[in-house]
């Protein structure tokens, strides 16, 4: 009796996912815990201000819905005119303080994320020219850089906001302030980028697969964004994680300053200002859980930065 052989069964090719989560990346992603903690706590924040419409009790920014009998309620402790309890607290017009911490929050991220993603896209832009073109172009650019690092980058920040709202007609500086604030800090934030990118160009630009790219016919506006670009990301990405914590941090201060957000849109850095106010009369928790709230976001971000640029460094492993 002859053994009839048996069909090879056909193997699947793992995923993309599978392939991911195999990767040395997520192994040394796995083994550290604060990358881990930081990760989560970086997430949950995130998702926090994402969805504060649906998480908040109350929407803080709606006259409607305040009620100043309410005003300076302590935390868990129902007020002594309307019996109403409040899990944070409330300040002096009757807003949760929970509520503003969420939808603060919001400003906060939302103005750090795109200053450091204008930052980026300015400084990418302005390295790769510096370090593929050279000549003139490379000196200007390298020198307003480096007259730029002479100067503390709020200050800079600051400068740029007080001329933007100066030239912004009156009628409108409320509703540009978000914006002319990202501008402001962008502004102040993009030497770092452009100073990582043109090095990294100078190094690129020699290698083998540009001369062949020249060869072909390549333009250089196609070499620097085709072939160059993927090459230098690694930098700039561990770079903008460390940039966001930094902007937030930013924002913060402008606002404290009182040169930031507007109090139509108080980010943590108002709330942070409105409950300094009220710290010495006893309202402690007006200022304490947003200067908390804003405490573990900056330093996730930044011990998640931290982690990534040791992860991503050749040297390291």
Same mark, same amino acid.
């Given at each position: ?79 002594a ?28 991220? +939302?103005? !750090?994320?795109? *200053? ?5 896209? %300015? =400084? ?6 510096? &370090? ?44 540009m ?30 290698k ?12 250089g506006p ?33 606002? +404290?300053? !009182?040169v930031? *957000? ?5 980010? %943590? =850095? ?6 300094? &106010? ?11 859980f ?28």
């Amino acid at each position: 009796m002859v053994d009839t052989p048996l069909p090879d069964t056909p193997v699947k090719d793992p995923s993309r996912l599978s392939l991911a989560m195999q990767s040395d990346f997520m192994y040394q992603f796995k083994r550290s815990p604060v990358a881990v903690v930081s990760f989560a706590l970086v997430l949950l924040l995130v998702l926090s201000a994402l969805f504060a419409p649906l998480i908040a009790p109350y929407n803080p920014f709606d006259p409607a819905s305040l009620n100043l009998m309410n005003g300076f309620s302590a935390p868990m402790t129902p007020n002594a005119f309307t019996g109403d309890t409040f899990w944070l607290g409330t300040d002096d017009q009757g807003r949760d303080v929970f509520s503003t911490i969420l939808y603060g929050m919001r400003i906060s991220l +939302f103005v !750090g994320a795109a *200053a450091v993603a204008f930052a980026m896209v %300015l =400084g990418i832009t302005l390295g790769l020219l510096a &370090g593929y073109v050279g000549g003139w172009t490379e000196t200007i650019i390298m020198r307003v850089a480096d007259v730029q690092l002479t100067f503390p980058a709020i200050l800079v920040a600051m400068l740029i906001f007080g001329i933007a709202k100066g030239v912004t007609p009156v009628e409108y500086r409320d509703q540009m302030a978000i914006w002319v604030l990202i501008v402001a800090i962008g502004l102040s934030d993009w030497v770092q980028f452009a100073r990582v990118v043109r090095g990294a160009t100078l190094v690129e630009k020699n290698k083998e697969y540009v001369a062949a790219a020249k060869l072909i016919g390549r333009t250089g506006p196609a070499i620097m964004v085709r072939h160059i670009l993927p090459n230098v990301l690694s930098p700039v990405l561990v770079i903008a994680t460390i940039s966001l914590a930094l902007a937030i941090i930013a924002e913060a201060t402008l606002s +404290f300053l !009182g040169v930031g *957000a507007p109090p139509t849109q108080p980010s %943590l =850095g108002t709330l942070i200002r409105i409950g300094q &106010g009220f710290l010495f009369s006893g309202e402690w928790w007006i200022l304490l859980f947003p200067a908390v709230t804003l405490l573990v976001l900056a330093l996730s971000v930044n011990l998640l930065g931290d982690w990534l640029r040791d992860a991503l460094n050749p040297r390291l492993r």
